[in-house]
T-cell receptor, first 114, second 113 residues
Framework: AQSVTQLDSHVSVSEGTPVLLRCNYS??????LFWYVQHPNKGLQLLLK??????LVKGINGFEAEFKKSETSFHLTKPSAHMSDAAEYFC????????????FGGGTRLMVKP | NAGVTQTPKFQVLKTGQSMTLQCAQD?????MYWYRQDPGMGLRLIYY???????DKGEVPNGYNVSRLNKREFSLRLESAAPSQTSVYFC????????????FGPGTRLTVT
């Protein structure tokens, strides 16, 4: 069965410093992996997706993630945090063994201090 | 192009009452989904519809029913609401089932007292 673990429920950074949100997954086949962002009282917006092409994936708003099969990880990074990045972030996995359904991690709340 | 729309945005129900959450998409997507979001648990799939005329259970279907009214619309019904159904409900759509990105509506915040 597929599963996703987001290793930190809360991350706090200062504006202008790097962001690292950690995600580990479990999947039987080559998975598709996604990061979504949810701003307060809003729906989810797709940040980026990995679907077996390049292992370093660039997304919107300066975010990127690297697929590391040997470590079963898909960590999200950004070189310099902005106040507008404060939100909840979800790592999501999908694979054929689970009917291609999405499985969500529990979420990481990112706080950005001025 | 509104994407995925949901109504209502907020709802308060008493235990035992019924209601229907509405969802519509204008992206000509084949697949539609209903999720619930609870603190610390991410989103969990309630029901999905791979294409018009089909519906299937997800991870947490008990207490819910769905109708795929046409290609655009997918409704979620609570026949007899329970406090355990207090949650935020999201509708999503995608071009086909699985493996590709889903597009989410703004959510419905439901409280059952």
């Amino acid at each position: 069965a597929q599963s996703v673990t987001q290793l930190d429920s809360h991350v706090s950074v200062s504006e202008g410093t790097p962001v690292l949100l950690r995600c580990n997954y479990s999947s039987s086949y080559s998975p598709s992996l996604f990061w979504y962002v949810q701003h307060p009282n809003k729906g989810l917006q797709l940040l980026l997706k990995y679907t077996s092409a390049a292992t370093l994936v660039k997304g919107i708003n300066g975010f990127e993630a690297e697929f590391k099969k040997s470590e079963t990880s898909f960590h999200l990074t950004k070189p310099s945090a902005h106040m507008s990045d404060a939100a909840e972030y979800f790592c999501v996995v999908s694979d054929r063994n689970a009917g291609n359904m999405l499985t969500f991690g529990g979420g990481t709340r990112l706080m950005v201090k001025p | 192009n509104a994407g995925v729309t949901q109504t209502p945005k907020f709802q308060v129900l008493k235990t035992g009452q019924s209601m229907t959450l509405q969802c519509a998409q204008d992206m000509n997507h084949n697949s539609m989904y209903w999720y619930r979001q609870d603190p610390g648990m991410g989103l969990r799939l309630i029901y999905y519809s791979a294409s018009e005329g089909t519906t299937d259970k997800g991870e947490v279907p008990n207490g819910y029913n769905v109708s795929r009214l046409n290609k655009r619309e997918f409704s979620l019904r609570l026949e007899s609401a329970a406090p355990s159904q207090t949650s935020v409900y999201f509708c999503a759509s995608s071009g086909r089932t699985g493996g590709i990105a889903q597009y989410f509506g703004p959510g419905t915040r439901l409280t059952v007292t």
